[in-house]
């Protein structure tokens, strides 16, 4: 007798599709097979397809609260008035802006995100109650200021000591330094001991613009990759969000080095960054993942738009329609992302952690089936996302989030809003 056994769906295996039972034992999957099981929770599930659960990449999950204030301007403006309303946030802010987009996240089927912001608490204790899995980071920025700097490591460093493994080991807490550009090289080489030392990972904003290119080449005499890791900064432990600007020789220093990239694909067309070299990072071995970023710059944390959108821009970018498949983006937005934060996830496959969702097979985007990899990529909306398991919990049955109070959700955050926004308007 498994807790739960989904009994009868059509479950990615490997790359196939294949009829069959799933049983989950604690946190883990411990049975794929044929052999007719039983569960204290039994899942019927032969109208579902059953796949590992979403990995959202880089998020700035509490940004849910600037979700729309502010649009359609060039990117220093944009950044101008998102900063100005960021520094006004108070962790009741973040609280329910984190809540929000892991509702948001549930419901479009992740999983497991990684996010990088401040009064990291509020977030850990949103993850924590929802159920969700994130890998968390102090977002850091020290700008030469070397006092600042000890200031932020300690931050960083408190935040792992306190957080790293809880509920269960669904929280990771790891470094967020916050770009090449935002912090020295000093900086980032302490921070990279201390990540050695607190054999912890690191997230990081590299080649983003081409701005950021020519500033760090200016001002460095080096690309920003190159930059990164002639000062020995790049290893395994890193992961590295947007990478839309590295040169071919950069490509085969991330792949020498172990470095996961982090593609944002929405996000990089919004804030019109560029498009990351996604197929040549693939073919040269980089384990490339995907990411929403934040609310303010995408506006979603939906991954099927991501999963779409990342295949279609390589295809107009090289001119090719094989140059992003459905069965390797479809890898992008699930294994590489648990596999770039050394998470044992993302597989339907015995041993696994049991971070698992099922989409409604007859849901009217999906029709007719002929191939269920061709309409969870190209035909995806998210609503299609029925149940999800996350460390062996359901925390989504039947559509209904189990979790999380979506009443109360909708009405705090209006009203935290509002408080926000109060406070912006000039006085007298
Ligand atoms: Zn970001």
């Known amino acids: 007798m498994y807790d739960i056994s989904i009994k009868g769906g ?8 294949t009829r069959a039972n799933i049983g989950i034992q604690g946190n883990r999957i411990a049975y794929v097979g044929r052999e007719d099981i039983r569960g204290e929770v039994e899942i019927m ?12 990449a880089h998020t700035h999950l509490a940004m849910t609260v600037l ?46 995100f990684s996010d990088m912001y401040f009064h990291m608490d509020e977030v850990a204790r949103a993850v924590g109650e ?21 200031n932020e490591l300690e931050t960083g460093t408190e935040f792992i000591k306190e957080w790293d493994g809880a509920f269960s080991g669904r929280i990771k807490a790891v470094f967020g330094p916050h770009a090449p550009y935002t912090c020295s090289p000093g900086f980032l080489m302490k921070v990279k001991e201390r990540a050695e030392e607190l054999d912890t990972l690191i997230h990081i904003h590299v080649a983003e613009t081409k701005h950021e290119f020519e500033e760090i080449k200016q001002k460095y005499g080096k690309t920003p990759v190159k930059f990164l890791d002639d000062m020995g900064f790049l290893s395994k432990r890193v992961i590295i969000a947007h990478a839309v600007w590295v040169e071919n020789e950069e490509i085969r220093i991330l792949k020498k080095r172990g470095v996961s990239v982090v593609h944002n694909p929405v996000s990089n067309l919004k804030l019109a960054s560029g498009i990351a070299r996604v197929r040549e990072m693939l073919r040269a071995g980089v384990n490339v993942c995907l990411g929403t970023d934040g609310a303010a710059s995408n506006n979603t944390y939906n991954m ?15 001119t090719r329609a094989d140059a992003l498949k459905a069965a390797d983006v479809l890898k992008m937005a699930t294994r590489n992302g648990y596999v770039a ?15 698992i969702i099922l989409l409604d097979a007859k849901s009217f985007n999906y029709l007719p089936l002929y191939n269920p990899l061709y309409s969870i990529v190209y035909a995806g909306y998210g609503c299609e996302v029925t149940h999800v398991i996350v460390d062996g919990e359901l925390i989504m049955d039947d559509r209904n989030v189990l979790t999380i109070d979506e009443e ?5 955050v209006e009203s935290t809003v509002s408080d926000l926004i109060e406070g912006l308007r000039p006085r007298g």
């Open 45 to 56: 599930a032969d109208k579902k397809l059953v796949v590992p659960g979403l990995f959202n």
């Open 67 to 112: 979700r729309g204030y502010v649009e359609d301007m060039p990117l220093m403006e944009w950044l101008r008035r998102v900063w100005e309303i960021e520094a006004r946030l108070t962790p009741k802010d973040i609280y329910w802006g984190s809540i929000l987009g892991i509702l948001e996240m549930i419901k479009t089927g992740t999983t497991a």
């Open 304 to 318: 099927f738009e991501e999963i779409k959108l990342a295949s279609l821009l390589q295809k107009v970018a090289t």
């Open 130 to 150: 929802s159920g969700m899995r994130a890998v968390l980071s102090y977002g850091m920025i020290e700008k030469g200021d070397e006092e600042k700097g000890r």
């Open 10 to 17: 059509l479950c990615l295996v490997g790359d196939e599709f």
């Open 341 to 355: 934060y050394g998470i044992e996830g993302g597989e339907l496959k015995e041993g696994m952690l049991a971070d």
């Open 408 to 412: 109360k959700v909708v009405d705090r």
